[in-house]
Structure formats: C-alpha cells, structure tokens
C-alpha cells in the first residue's frame, strides 16, 4: 500500500480497531508513514489543534514499533515540538533538542537546519543562551555551501531577525528581515509576505520609525486576510494596538487589542493572548487606570510565568515596578523589584540586571522626594 493510502487508511480505523491495523501493517510502517503523519499534524496545528497533537501522540506509539528506524522516534519528537511552540515554548525547546540528538547521530544537515530555525524561534523567547547555541551552529552549518531548501532557507532568516530583535539589534534584525523578505518574493509566498512585512512594521517601530512602521503593518495586515493567514491578522493587529499606545490613539489601540485578543481567543493561543495582556497593561497605564494597568501586569507576569517565557515575564514585572513607582504605590513598585531581582539572576541576564539597577535607584529616589 502507497504511504498516502496507508496514512488515509490509519486516519480512519476506529480507535479499538488500531492495534490489529498496527499488527497487519508492521512491515509497511517506515519513516516516510511517520512524515507524512507529522506533515498532516503541522497543516492542522491552527485550524484543528487537538487533532494534530493526536497525530503527534500516535507518531511515538508507532515509532515504538520501528526499533530499526533510529529516526522515528526523534521525528515524532520534532512533530511535538511544533504543537507545543503554540502552548508551551519551554518544553517545545526541550522536544527540538531531542529530535536534534537524533539527527545529529545520522549526519542530516538540511534536517538539521531545519530543526534549529525551529529551536531558535522558541529559545528567543524563553532561553538567550541556548537561542546563541543555536545562531552559532547555523551559521556554521550554512558556512558549509549546504544546497539549502526555500522553506528552510527562509525560516531560518525569518528567526534569525526575531532574534536579533530580541536582542534589541534592530538593525541586524531588519537586514534579515530584508533578506527574508526578498526570499519569500522571488517564491511568490503571499502568506509569508504578509508575515514578514508585519515583523518588519514591528520591528521598524522598535527602533522609533513610527511613520514606516504604520504602513508596513497595515500592508501585511491587508495581504494576510486575503490570505486568510489567522495567526498573522491576530499579531498585526496586536502590534497595531501597541503603535497605537505609543502614538497616543488609545480608541484605536483598544480595538485593535480587542480584535486580537478574538483572533487568539479563537485559535487557542494562550501564550499569544498574554501578549495581548502586557501591551493592554501599558496602554492601561497611559491613559491613567492605574488599578486595571497594575492588575493586567501582574497577570501577564503570572501567565507568561506559566509558559516559562522569561523574556516575557521580565518585561511584566519591571513595567510593573515602573507604573506603581510613577504613581507612587512605592511598597508594591519595591516588592515587584525584588521578584526582578530573583528574575535576572536566575536567568543570568547583565542586560537586565542594568535596568534593575537603574529603576531600583528611580524608585529609592521617589521614595525620598515623597519622605521629604
């Protein structure tokens, strides 16, 4: 039986039909069964999330049985990293390093890349050293003259650029960007145009362009819905909402905030909604509601807590200490401080740990100026 045939025929055996199915089919399970199960979990993973996660949980219940396979099971590993980048960024991470421990034993390059695009999209938000581990063997891997394929190549630019604007290095991140964006171009990807041109609107902001940002967020706004590229809408729209916070457009900010925390609310995306959360917060706190504002910081601190995005969790809690600092509730400012302190030390950040230091003296300023 052709592998499409077979995987057709697997997604319509009853579940207490399945062992028999896997016992009659034994000599036909291989590694192609296993991708084609793994490309039919990534094409569901927004539209019908509980579906591909059963696809992935089958993948290591079948990989159990191809002892003689060395890569079934890391493949199934690599299919359940991609379900949890939308639920949990830190275990996905744990589940692409284990899918590279597999390939890595097999010599598989192009795989290999394609992993640590994936690897580096989730250690940017929840582990910087391991995100460098992971930039610095691409860039040794791609030093090598690897024949690279397009969807891999531009992944890899894709994350290369957030990770450069993680890093706050907003000019190599709009190169990659740039880069990304002429790749997904000459392949006339509408889909991955309007994504990156969003990024770029994001990033141009980042670096105080607000004029461009606007229009590059409005282009890739209009280019995913007609592409029907949800998760994309959702994001602009959220990055919409904070333009419109800083450019001082709070009706709008609000509405743009509203529709994508729909968008996230529909797709499930909790990690994306907590997004929505932190930026609300800061809008909370520039039109004056200083109670809803320190109430959306803590909770987005709790939620990002949750997923173990430390970035994330980091940005919550130090807007937080700021806003109850500016507003002169100097006992919850210094308790939020003290969970910062905790935060760059664990995490080992110095970058941090700077911004600590100059807020903890902004507020024992405050404190004195208040005292007098």
């Known amino acids: 039986m052709k592998t499409l045939s077979l995987f057709e025929s697997w997604l319509t055996c009853p579940y207490e039909e399945q062992d028999r199915w896997l016992e009659k089919h034994q000599t036909e399970l ?23 996660t059963a696809i992935t949980k089958d993948m290591f219940r079948i990989a159990q049985r191809m002892a003689h396979e060395p890569l079934a099971t890391p493949l199934a590993h690599w299919s359940q990293g991609n379900c949890l980048t939308y639920v949990d960024l830190q275990r996905a991470a744990e589940s692409y390093l284990e899918a590279l421990r597999g390939y890595r034993s097999q010599n598989q390059p192009n795989e290999i890349l394609s992993l640590l695009a994936n690897l580096l999209y989730v250690a940017t938000e929840v582990d910087l050293g391991l995100a460098r581990s992971a930039y610095q063997e691409i860039c040794e891997l791609t030093d090598q003259s690897l024949e690279i394929d397009y969807p891999i190549q531009l992944r890899l630019k894709q994350n290369t650029a957030i990770f450069f604007y993680r890093l706050g290095e907003y000019d190599n991140a709009l190169d990659a960007n740039q880069t990304s964006l002429a790749i997904s171009q000459d392949h006339h990807d509408i889909s991955r145009v309007a994504e990156i041109l969003g990024n770029r609107g994001l990033y141009l902001g980042s670096a105080g362009r607000f004029n461009e ?34 450019l001082g457009k709070p009706r709008e900010a609000l509405l743009r905030f509203a ?84 935060l760059w030390q664990s995490q080992k950040q110095p970058a941090w740990q700077i911004e600590w230091l100059l807020e903890s003296a902004a507020l024992a300023i405050a404190q004195a100026h208040f005292d007098r």
């Not at 084609?36 to 019908?48: G, H, I, T």
């Open 30 to 52: 291989n590694l192609a069964f296993l991708w084609e199960m793994k490309q039919y979990a990534a094409q569901n993973l927004v539209s019908a999330y509980q579906l591909a």
């Open 259 to 342: 529709n994508a925390r729909s968008q996230f609310l529909r797709l499930n995306n909790s990690m994306e909604m907590s997004s929505v959360v932190l930026r609300e917060a800061r809008l909370l706190e520039r039109i004056g509601s200083l109670s809803q504002a320190r109430r959306a910081y803590v909770d987005a601190a709790k939620h990002f807590l949750e997923l173990q995005m430390w970035t994330q969790v980091w940005q919550a809690t130090i807007e937080g200490a700021i806003a109850n600092r500016r507003y002169g509730t100097f006992s919850e400012a210094a308790k939020l401080l003290s969970n910062a302190e905790r």
């Open 213 to 246: 940002c606007e229009v590059y967020l409005i282009d890739g706004l209009t280019l995913a819905q007609h592409t029907d590229n949800q998760i994309t809408v959702a994001r602009t729209e959220m990055n919409l909402g904070e333009l419109y916070t800083i």
